[in-house]
C-alpha cells in the first residue's frame, strides 16, 4: 500500500496535498524552484530543480523512481509525461491531461473543437499585432491571458485600444515556461462563476462535489465559499461539462473545472487537473472528505463511496503588501479567537505584493446564509496581518 510520490511543485496546495499522503502512511519527496517552499517542509524529501529544464527533470525521476507523478503546478516539462508512463509510472492524473490542461490552447481546444462544449468566443496571439487582430475580431471588451501562466499572472482586461500594448506586456511578463502566447476571450456577461471539484476513479464513477463559488481579483481568487447557490439545470450541465472533458483527458484524481453561469446557461471556462486554490474552503470541514484527501484517495484508487456536504464554509485569503525575505505575522491570536473559526499560514519563505501567505476559514450549519460565513471568513483574514 506504502508508495513513493514525485511532487512537481511544493505551494500551499502541495503541501496540504503531502499532509493527506502522510496521514496514511506515503512517502512523498516535494520538487520546486527553490527551497524551503511549502510542501517540502512536511515531505519526507525534497529537490531544488527548474522543472522547465527536461534533462534535470528526468535525471530526479530516474534517481527516485517514483510510482506516482503528481503535478502541481504548470511550469514544467509537461511532454516528458508520456515516456515517464512509458516506464511504467502513473502521472496524475494521466499525461495527457497534464500536458493538455498546462496550456490553455490545448484545454480550450478540446472543449470548444472536440467536445463542443459552450465556451467564450476566443482568439490566439503570439504578438502585439495578432493579439491587435485577435481583439478587432472577439471585439471589447475582452480578456487577456497568457497560454501557461497560473494565479492570474499576466491576466487583463482591454476595455480600449490603449490597453492593448500593456495587454501584451503584461501577458509576456507573466508567462510561465518557454511559450509567449496568448489567448483572447471575448467578455461572457455572467452572474456568477463556480469551480466544480471533478472526482475521476480508477474503477468507480466519477464523484462531483458541492459547487464553490469564488471572487476574483487581478485573476486570483480572493474568496470562496461552499456551497454556491446553483440551480438544478445549472449544476446538472456544468457536471454533464465536467465529466465529458475529464472522460476525454483520462485518468484518475481531482479536477478544478471552472464554469461561468450565465442567463443564456453554463460556460466552461478552465480545467486544473489536480486540488484547486478556490478548493481551500474544504479545509473547513464542509466535507466528509476535504479535496487533497480526495485527490490522494482517487490517485490511491482507494474507494470513494460518496462526497457529502456537511456544513457551509467559506475561505478568504491573506496577502502580503510588501517584499520580504522574513516576512512575519501579527494578529494571529485575534483570528485564533474567533468561533467557527480556523486559519492556515503556509509557511512561503519571502513575501511580495499580493503573494498569498495564508488563508481564513469560516463554517456553520448548512442551514446558515453562506453570505454569512463569507464575510466572517473576509473579516477574520482582515486581523491577519504581513509585515516585512
Same mark, same amino acid.
Given at each position: 500500500?506504502?508508495?513513493?510520490?514525485?511532487?512537481?511543485?511544493?505551494?500551499?496546495?502541495?503541501?496540504?496535498?503531502?499532509?493527506?499522503?502522510?496521514?496514511?502512511?506515503?512517502?512523498?519527496?516535494?520538487?520546486?524552484?527553490?527551497?524551503?517552499?511549502?510542501?517540502?517542509?512536511?515531505? #519526507?524529501a525534497?529537490e531544488?530543480?527548474?522543472m522547465?529544464?527536461?534533462?534535470?527533470?528526468?535525471?530526479?525521476v530516474?534517481?527516485?523512481?517514483?510510482?506516482?507523478?503528481?503535478?502541481?503546478?504548470?511550469?514544467?516539462?509537461?511532454?516528458?509525461?508520456?515516456?515517464y508512463e512509458?516506464?511504467?509510472?502513473?502521472?496524475?492524473?494521466?499525461?495527457?491531461?497534464?500536458n493538455?490542461?498546462?496550456?490553455?490552447?490545448?484545454?480550450r481546444d478540446?472543449?470548444?473543437?472536440?467536445?463542443?462544449?459552450r465556451?467564450?468566443?476566443?482568439?490566439?496571439?503570439?504578438?502585439?499585432?495578432e493579439?491587435?487582430?485577435?481583439?478587432s475580431?472577439?471585439?471589447?471588451?475582452?480578456?487577456?491571458?497568457?497560454?501557461?501562466s497560473?494565479?492570474?499572472?499576466?491576466?487583463?482586461?482591454?476595455?480600449?485600444?490603449?490597453?492593448?500594448?500593456?495587454?501584451?506586456k503584461?501577458?509576456?511578463?507573466?508567462?510561465?515556461?518557454?511559450?509567449?502566447?496568448v489567448?483572447?476571450?471575448?467578455?461572457?456577461?455572467?452572474?456568477?462563476?463556480?469551480?466544480?471539484?471533478?472526482?475521476?476513479?480508477?474503477?468507480?464513477?466519477?464523484?462531483?462535489?458541492?459547487?464553490i463559488?469564488?471572487?476574483?481579483?487581478?485573476g486570483?481568487?480572493?474568496?470562496?465559499w461552499?456551497?454556491?447557490r446553483?440551480? #438544478?439545470k445549472?449544476?446538472?450541465?456544468?457536471? #454533464?461539462?465536467?465529466?465529458?472533458v475529464?472522460e476525454?483527458?483520462?485518468?484518475?484524481?481531482?479536477?478544478?473545472?471552472?464554469?461561468?453561469?450565465t442567463?443564456?446557461?453554463?460556460?466552461?471556462?478552465?480545467?486544473?487537473?489536480?486540488?484547486?486554490d478556490?478548493?481551500?474552503?474544504?479545509?473547513?470541514?464542509?466535507?466528509?472528505f476535504?479535496?487533497?484527501?480526495?485527490?490522494?484517495?482517487?490517485?490511491?484508487?482507494?474507494?470513494?463511496?460518496?462526497?457529502?456536504?456537511?456544513?457551509?464554509?467559506?475561505?478568504?485569503?491573506?496577502?502580503?503588501?510588501e517584499n520580504?525575505?522574513?516576512?512575519?505575522?501579527?494578529?494571529?491570536?485575534?483570528?485564533?479567537?474567533?468561533?467557527k473559526?480556523?486559519?492556515r499560514l503556509?509557511?512561503?519563505?519571502?513575501?511580495?505584493?499580493?503573494?498569498?501567505?495564508?488563508?481564513?476559514l469560516?463554517?456553520?450549519?448548512?442551514?446558515?446564509?453562506?453570505?454569512?460565513?463569507?464575510?466572517?471568513?473576509?473579516?477574520?483574514?482582515a486581523?491577519?496581518?504581513?509585515?516585512?
Amino acid at each position: 500500500m506504502q508508495k513513493k510520490i514525485l511532487l512537481l511543485g511544493s505551494g500551499e496546495l502541495g503541501k496540504e496535498f503531502v499532509i493527506a499522503a502522510q496521514r496514511i502512511g506515503q512517502t512523498v519527496i516535494a520538487v520546486d524552484s527553490y527551497a524551503g517552499a511549502p510542501a517540502m517542509q512536511v515531505a #519526507d524529501a525534497f529537490e531544488v530543480i527548474n522543472m522547465l529544464d527536461g534533462a534535470a527533470l528526468d535525471a530526479i525521476v530516474a534517481r527516485h523512481n517514483p510510482d506516482f507523478i503528481v503535478p502541481e503546478i504548470e511550469a514544467i516539462r509537461t511532454e516528458r509525461f508520456y515516456d515517464y508512463e512509458k516506464q511504467g509510472i502513473t502521472v496524475v492524473p494521466s499525461a495527457k491531461a497534464a500536458n493538455y490542461t498546462m496550456n490553455r490552447k490545448a484545454i480550450r481546444d478540446l472543449a470548444a473543437k472536440d467536445l463542443g462544449l459552450r465556451t467564450a468566443n476566443y482568439r490566439y496571439a503570439t504578438s502585439a499585432n495578432e493579439l491587435q487582430k485577435a481583439v478587432s475580431e472577439v471585439g471589447m471588451p475582452c480578456v487577456v491571458k497568457p497560454l501557461m501562466s497560473s494565479s492570474g499572472k499576466g491576466q487583463s482586461t482591454i476595455k480600449t485600444q490603449e490597453d492593448i500594448e500593456k495587454a501584451w506586456k503584461y501577458a509576456v511578463e507573466g508567462s510561465r515556461g518557454d511559450v509567449v502566447e496568448v489567448i483572447v476571450e471575448a467578455f461572457v456577461n455572467f452572474h456568477s462563476e463556480i469551480t466544480l471539484l471533478t472526482v475521476t476513479q480508477n474503477n468507480n464513477p466519477t464523484l462531483f462535489c458541492a459547487p464553490i463559488g469564488h471572487r476574483q481579483e487581478r485573476g486570483d481568487y480572493q474568496e470562496s465559499w461552499q456551497p454556491a447557490r446553483v440551480s #438544478d439545470k445549472d449544476i446538472a450541465e456544468a457536471q #454533464d461539462m465536467a465529466r465529458k472533458v475529464t472522460e476525454a483527458l483520462g485518468g484518475a484524481g481531482i479536477f478544478g473545472v471552472e464554469f461561468f453561469l450565465t442567463d443564456e446557461g453554463v460556460y466552461f471556462s478552465e480545467l486544473s487537473p489536480r486540488p484547486h486554490d478556490t478548493g481551500m474552503v474544504t479545509l473547513a470541514g464542509t466535507q466528509n472528505f476535504n479535496e487533497f484527501e480526495l485527490h490522494l484517495r482517487a490517485i490511491l484508487s482507494l474507494p470513494i463511496h460518496e462526497i457529502t456536504l456537511e456544513r457551509t464554509g467559506a475561505s478568504a485569503v491573506i496577502l502580503a503588501s510588501e517584499n520580504s525575505d522574513n516576512p512575519t505575522f501579527t494578529g494571529v491570536e485575534k483570528i485564533a479567537a474567533l468561533p467557527k473559526t480556523d486559519f492556515r499560514l503556509f509557511g512561503k519563505p519571502t513575501s511580495r505584493p499580493y503573494r498569498r501567505m495564508g488563508v481564513s476559514l469560516t463554517y456553520d450549519t448548512t442551514s446558515t446564509p453562506v453570505e454569512e460565513v463569507v464575510e466572517k471568513a473576509k473579516a477574520a483574514a482582515a486581523l491577519v496581518k504581513v509585515h516585512a
